[in-house]
């Protein structure tokens, strides 16, 4: 059910969602999955209500992030698996923004998880799933035309702003936002928006007073409860409804 959107034809499909053409020009639509994928598809499950779950999270927080002046893809909420966005250029940048310690900056620099970083990171990883999305920084970028400098300056902008703004409202929920990955778009303009998704897929998220991971590190790191974790951060950020 796409409302006023007809669904056209399917133009991509990734590990989480799939994106379709529209009935209008510039519009299309993503329609979140239940399967989920880590170390770049070398493991893979189905997780039930994920779709759903990471829809929801993901409109919420674009949302709350349009309120506050960043520019997203969002347009409408379609359905409980669907929604409209912009069509744009994407960016081929993973940018990566880190608080605390975790994952693979943990590894790379002989950290312990959880360690509180002086300041906040970011990283660059080259969108290139041959490839392992592997790490670049600002002269990689330049050097390979991926974005302007004016562009990065935007991005790296941006990036911070959305990491003040999201750290803040899920402190309000009880939820700590220890790293996060995004993606950004170009318009026909030259405007850069942010697209992709924020979710537990792209999220850590640990419980403020406990600790407890609310994120995909329960599926990468076989931890169980993946979809009470998810569905955890859902009901604490939209209500129980
Ligand atoms: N991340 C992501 N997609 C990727 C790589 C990382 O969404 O392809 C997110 C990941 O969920 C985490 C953050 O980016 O919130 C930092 O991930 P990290 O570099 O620590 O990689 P990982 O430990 O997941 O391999």
Same mark, same amino acid.
């Given at each position: 059910?796409? !409302? ?32 989920? @994928?880590?170390?770049? #598809?070398?493991?893979? !499950? ?11 999270? @993901?409109?919420?927080?674009?949302? $709350? ?15 409980? @698996? ?48 041959? $490839? ?8 990689? &970028? ?22 003040? &703004? ?7 929920? #009880? ?6 990955? $995004? ?18 897929? @792209? ?33 604490? $950020?939209?209500?129980?409804?």
């Amino acid at each position: 059910m796409s !409302g006023k959107y007809n669904k056209l034809e399917q133009i991509y499909e990734g590990k989480a969602k799939k994106v379709f053409r529209t009935n209008i020009n510039g519009i299309y639509i993503v329609e979140y999955k239940d399967a989920i @994928t880590a170390g770049n #598809g070398a493991k893979a !499950g189905v997780i039930t209500g994920k779709g759903i779950v990471n829809n929801r999270i @993901t409109n919420r927080l674009m949302r $709350l992030l349009e309120e506050q002046g960043v520019p997203t893809h969002f347009i409408e909420e379609l359905s409980d @698996t669907e929604t409209a966005v912009r069509q744009l250029e994407i960016v081929p940048l993973e940018v990566i923004v880190r608080n605390i310690a975790a994952g693979s900056l943990a590894a790379r620099l002989g950290l312990a998880e959880g360690t509180k970083l002086r300041s906040t990171v970011l990283e660059y990883c080259y969108k290139n799933d041959a $490839l392992g999305d592997p790490m670049v920084n600002e002269y990689h &970028i330049a050097a390979m035309g991926w974005a302007s400098e004016i562009e990065l300056k935007t991005i790296a902008d941006y990036s911070f702003k959305i990491n003040k &703004i999201l750290g803040k409202h899920l402190q309000s929920a #009880g939820i700590e936002l220890i790293d996060f990955k $995004l993606e950004f778009g170009r318009m026909n303009d030259g405007a850069i928006i942010l697209a992709d998704e924020i979710s537990p897929d @792209t999220c850590r998220f640990w419980d403020t007073k406990t600790g407890e991971k609310l994120d995909k590190d329960r599926f990468r790191r076989d931890l169980g409860g993946v979809e009470d974790a998810y569905r955890e951060v859902m009901n604490r $950020l939209l209500g129980q409804d």
